[in-house]
C-alpha cells in the first residue's frame, strides 16, 4: 500500500489565494475549504487509499515559547484563518483522518505519521505531500518516505533531496539553522547562504561537527574565515534554530496505519457540503465509494 500525508495548512493557504471568494448565505467565506476538499477527493480518483491530513489548529506552538521570533498566526487574512475549523470538519466528514495539532504543528504530524507508517512492512511507500522544506529530513535510504509537491507534481526522494538542497536528509535541520527559514521565522545565521552551507553540512553533516577554524575546514567555501566566526560566536543561536526546525516525531498522530483508511463520507457529508453550497463534493464522494465496493 502507498500512504499519502498531506499538509492541510499549506493546502489551505495555497487555495484560498488562488481560487475565486466564495461566501455562503450565512456570510461565511468557505472557497478555499472546498477547493482543498475537492483536490484531496481528487487524491482518491487518483487511486489514493490511506491519506492523513495534518493540519494547524492554533497556529502557534510549542516553538513559540522556544523563541519570540517564531511564526505566529499574525497577519492571516481573518476570512482565511476562520476556514481552518470549517477543512478540519469538512475532511473528517469526508471520512479522511485529520491530525489537528494544537501544541505541535502540521509538519510534526507529517513527520510522525511517516515514520510511523514505515513500521508496517504492508506500506511500500509514503508520501508527504507538502513543499515545506523541513519535511525533507524525513525523507530516507530506502525510498519509502518520499517528500511529493503536488503542485509542481515532483516527487523528491533521497537524491533528489540532495540535489534540492546539496544536503542529505538528516542534514536539513542544521541547513535550516544557517540558512534560516523565512517561512517559520528562523533568521539563520549572519553570512551563511545556501550555497556555504550546503558546501560545509556536505563535508560535516552536523553543527557540532563544523571546526570553529576556517583552517581546520576539509572544505574550501568562499569567505570561509568570516563564516567560521559567525558560526563559533552564534553555536548557542544556531543550535536554537536546529531545534526549530527539527521536528517532533512524538506528535500524536494515529496508532495504526490502518486508520488511514478512507472507507467513504461520513453520512453527514452531504449536509456539511450543502453548507459549503458544494454539493457536488458529496456526489463524488459517493461515486468514488461506490467504485470501492
Known amino acids: 500500500m502507498e500512504v499519502h500525508l ?23 467565506e468557505v472557497a478555499a475549504t472546498r477547493a482543498v476538499v475537492g483536490s484531496i477527493l481528487g487524491m482518491l480518483e487518483g487511486g489514493a487509499t490511506h491519506v492523513g491530513v495534518a493540519t494547524d489548529q492554533v497556529v502557534e506552538s510549542f516553538r513559540n515559547d522556544m523563541f519570540d521570533g517564531y511564526k505566529t498566526g499574525e497577519g492571516t487574512p481573518p476570512e482565511l484563518f476562520a476556514q481552518f475549523p470549517l477543512l478540519e470538519a469538512a475532511l473528517e466528514a469526508a471520512g479522511f483522518r485529520v491530525f489537528a495539532m494544537v501544541e505541535h504543528e502540521a509538519d510534526d504530524a507529517m513527520g510522525a505519521a511517516a515514520v510511523k507508517a514505515a ?12 513543499p515545506d522544506k523541513d519535511l ?108 526549530l526546525a527539527t521536528l517532533d516525531l512524538d506528535a500524536p498522530v494515529m496508532d495504526d496505519v490502518d486508520e488511514l483508511r ?22 463524488r464522494a459517493d461515486r468514488i465509494a461506490a467504485a470501492r465496493t
Do not use: M, N
Open 6 to 28: 498531506v499538509d492541510g495548512t499549506y493546502e489551505l493557504f495555497r487555495h484560498h489565494f488562488a481560487v475565486p471568494s466564495h461566501v455562503t448565505a450565512d456570510g461565511v
Open 136 to 243: 525533507a529530513q524525513v525523507v530516507d535510504d530506502g525510498l519509502r518516505i518520499v517528500q511529493f509537491d503536488r503542485r509542481k507534481d515532483v516527487v523528491y526522494d533521497r537524491d533528489g533531496i540532495i540535489e534540492r538542497f546539496g544536503v542529505r536528509p538528516e542534514s536539513i535541520p542544521d541547513y535550516l539553522a544557517l540558512v534560516g527559514d523565512t517561512a517559520d521565522g528562523i533568521p539563520g545565521l549572519p553570512g551563511w547562504g545556501a550555497k556555504s552551507s550546503s558546501k560545509v553540512l556536505a563535508r560535516y553533516l552536523h553543527l557540532e561537527e563544523i571546526p570553529d577554524d576556517a583552517d581546520d575546514w576539509d572544505v574550501t567555501v568562499r569567505g570561509a574565515a568570516r563564516l567560521a566566526t559567525a558560526l563559533a560566536e552564534g553555536r548557542d543561536d544556531a543550535d536554537l534554530y536546529r531545534r
Open 119 to 130: 513500521e508496517d512492512p504492508r506500506v511500500e511507500r509514503i508520501l508527504v505531500c507538502t
Open 262 to 283: 478512507w472507507t467513504g463520507p461520513q453520512p453527514h457529508f452531504a449536509e456539511v457540503c450543502r453548507s459549503l453550497d458544494g454539493p457536488r463534493l458529496a456526489e
